[in-house]
């Protein structure tokens, strides 16, 4: 249903793209999110520093595609497939995982 608030217009591709991320996961974005969380906790605990009072909004809407978007993300595309990058297939689809997990690039100092 079209139901929102009064006077309110509805993005529909927009909604379209939040649904299809909302199933996803990426590593990265946990990584920062749970840095923040773990040092605002070490803050209100130590009393040392002051913790975040405001809201935080993250959005990363630009990391993906702005043509051809309708062929890119699908349904079929963006389905889970069994495998631990289901999170970042819901997000970004299957064909970019494909073309990632091809790359044979080797990063010195980048972890370990």
Avoid: H
């Avoid at 990584?31 to 803050?43: P, R, T």
């Avoid at 993250?58 to 069994?82: G, I, V, Y």
């Amino acid at each position: 249903t079209k139901e929102v608030a009064a006077g309110a217009e509805l993005d529909e591709e927009l909604v379209r793209e939040l649904a299809f991320q909302a199933t996803g996961d990426l590593a990265p974005v946990n990584a920062f999110i749970g840095g923040l969380a773990a040092q605002e906790v070490m803050k209100a605990v130590s009393g040392k520093f002051t913790p975040i009072t405001q809201w935080l909004y993250f959005d990363a809407l630009e990391c993906l595609p702005e043509e051809n978007r309708d062929t890119l993300l699908t349904e079929e595309q963006c389905r889970p497939r069994n495998s631990r990058y289901d999170g970042q297939i819901a997000v970004f689809g299957a064909e970019l995982q494909e073309k990632l997990g091809a790359q044979k690039y080797f990063v010195v100092g980048a972890g370990a």
